[in-house]
């Protein structure tokens, strides 16, 4: 079965500075990989997905993500961070049309 | 389109009673998703239809769970009778493809 793992419960960055939510995955065959966010008392919201083709994938409010075969690994960056991306991030893996998320990463940006 | 609707947004009960939470997915997906959210197990894949049917109910508790989906544009999550260990944020997801569509999700607290 098909599994994700983030292993920083909560990563802080200062407000410009890049930052990086580290994800590893482990399913049999090819991937399909996701990054969601979820903002307090709100569902989680689509940032980006890796299906095929380029290894870093652009989402939306400036996220992008490099998909490592080698390394099993997905991690979603930011070149400069926002207070305003505080939230909790999750990573996803889908197969066999079933997702299963990640922990969830907490994401503090300071001013 | 107004996206995954669910209702209630809260509900509280007592130990015991009844307890039905809501989905409207988006026209046109053909898969439907419960997710439970919880600090103690984070987020949890319940179980899934495509066109209606249940595909993959493995995720549900126990038997005091049960999930409907009778058309398209409606599915139900029952729990009968409820305990306190139950209380979680319920969130209902559909899809066309790849990308899952979140509600905003149901906290459920049993008292």
């Known amino acids: 079965a098909q599994s994700v793992a983030q292993p920083e419960d909560q990563v802080n960055v200062a407000e410009g500075n890049p930052l990086t939510v580290k994800c590893t995955y482990s399913v049999s065959g090819n991937p399909y990989l996701f990054w969601y966010v979820q903002y307090p008392n709100r569902g989680l919201q689509f940032l980006l997905k890796?299906?095929?083709?380029?290894?870093l994938v652009k989402g939306s409010y400036g996220f992008e993500a490099e998909f490592n075969k080698s390394q099993t690994s997905f991690h979603l960056k930011k070149p400069s961070a926002l207070v305003s991306d505080s939230a909790l991030y999750f990573c996803?893996?889908?197969?066999?049309?079933?997702?299963?998320f990640g922990a969830g990463t907490r994401l503090t940006v300071k001013p | 389109d107004a996206g995954v609707i669910q209702s209630p947004r809260h509900e509280v009960t007592e130990m015991g009673q009844e307890v039905t939470l809501r989905c409207k997915p988006i026209?046109?997906?053909?898969?439907l998703f419960w997710y439970r959210q919880t600090m103690m197990r984070g987020l949890e894949l319940l179980i899934y239809?495509?066109?209606?049917?249940?595909?993959?109910d493995s995720g549900m508790p126990e038997d005091r769970f049960s999930a409907k989906m009778p058309n398209a544009s409606f599915s139900t999550l029952k729990i009968q009778p409820s305990e306190p260990r139950d209380s979680a944020v319920y969130f209902c997801a559909s899809s066309f493809g790849i990308e899952q569509f979140f509600g905003p999700g149901t906290r459920l607290t049993v008292l």
């Open positions: 996803a893996v889908m197969g066999n049309n079933d997702m299963r």
């Open positions: 026209s046109g997906h053909d898969y």
């Open positions: 890796y299906i095929t083709g380029d290894n």
């Open positions: 239809f495509n066109n209606n049917v249940p595909i993959d």
